[in-house]
């Protein structure tokens, strides 16, 4: 059995179960729980003219289920021949990644390769520097081309201007316009996948630690988000969703549409919902309890009113 054959599924577990010593005690990286990855990209239904990113990919999850869906689109419309090309296609031209670690993105490009190549566009590199650091990296990575963004990028680490010049170069690294001496990664995070994304119609979804959504400190990053995209939906995850990886911060999925230059929205609805369970435990066992597949069938109907 060719191990191309193989669904994502399988191979992705054993690559995990396999990486897991090398990630989780020897290098504190965390996973994002397969089922919350999956439920992202659906949510955000990829096509396959679409360019997609992670700018803090880790070892490929988003990347691989947005290939797994769109081979799965692939299988059941066409026949095998253009099936193939199709989502091959998207794996070479398509998907884009970038990993701060340099044995992570490693591991990254070998778990493309095992799942069908892709391996091509992941670059090892600091996702905040400034973007012309980037891309003499590799020249595709430009501001504005991105249509979708999926990522759960590291909370909690903080960028020191001492030790990182590009923090003045944020709207978020500075306080009305002065310069900070630091910042939280995950809200430059913030400001980075939205400079990534098409003007309009480029979309993100990004986990976010809660207290971005509700200390009352941190409003100016609220107002931020809210000047310069359409937030879509957030879906609150468990206390535990986290956990089994060593992260156990409070955190949700937000779903944001880049907004175009100059364009005002009024009153708009925005998706909520709270999943309690997400088919994983504290302690990382599948279980049958997950609350994702529902809210997701509710906000296909959200969709379809609006």
Request: charge should be negative.
């Amino acid at each position: 059995l060719a191990i191309n054959r193989i669904d994502l599924d399988t191979k992705g577990i054993a690559f995990e179960r396999f990486m897991q010593d090398f990630f989780i005690g020897k290098m504190g990286q965390f996973f994002t729980p397969r089922p919350i990855v999956d439920f992202a990209v659906k949510m955000m239904n990829p096509d396959f003219d679409q360019k997609v990113i992670d700018p803090a990919c880790g070892s490929g999850g988003f990347l691989l289920h947005a290939l797994d869906y769109l081979r799965s689109k692939a299988e059941a419309n066409y026949d095998p021949v253009e099936a193939y090309r199709l989502w091959h296609d998207f794996a070479t031209r398509k998907l884009y990644g970038i990993e701060i670690n340099d044995q992570i993105a490693r591991v990254c490009k070998m778990n493309m390769i095992i799942h069908d190549d892709g391996h091509t566009n992941i670059i090892n590199t600091d996702s905040l520097e400034n973007f012309d650091h980037i891309q003499n990296i590799k020249r595709d990575f430009k501001a504005g081309e991105f249509d979708l963004l999926l990522t759960n990028p590291p909370f909690g680490a903080t960028v020191k201007l001492t030790e990182n010049d590009y923090l003045n170069n944020y709207e978020l690294g500075k306080n009305n316009g002065r310069e900070r001496t630091s910042q939280k990664t995950e809200i430059l995070f913030i400001e980075r996948c939205i400079q990534f994304v098409r003007p309009g119609t480029g979309k993100i979804a990004i986990v976010l630690p809660d207290g971005i959504l509700t200390n009352s400190s941190l409003q100016y990053v609220r107002d931020f988000i809210m000047e310069h995209t359409q937030i879509l939906a957030v879906v609150s995850l468990p206390q535990t969703a986290f956990t089994h990886f060593g992260a156990g911060v409070k955190s949700s999925l937000v779903f944001l549409r880049r907004k175009n230059k100059g364009e005002k929205l009024g009153n708009y609805p925005i998706f909520m919902a709270i999943a309690d369970y997400i088919g994983y435990d504290a302690t990382g066992r599948d279980i049958p309890e997950n609350d994702l597949p529902e809210i997701l069938e509710h906000y296909r109907e959200f969709e379809e009113e609006l």
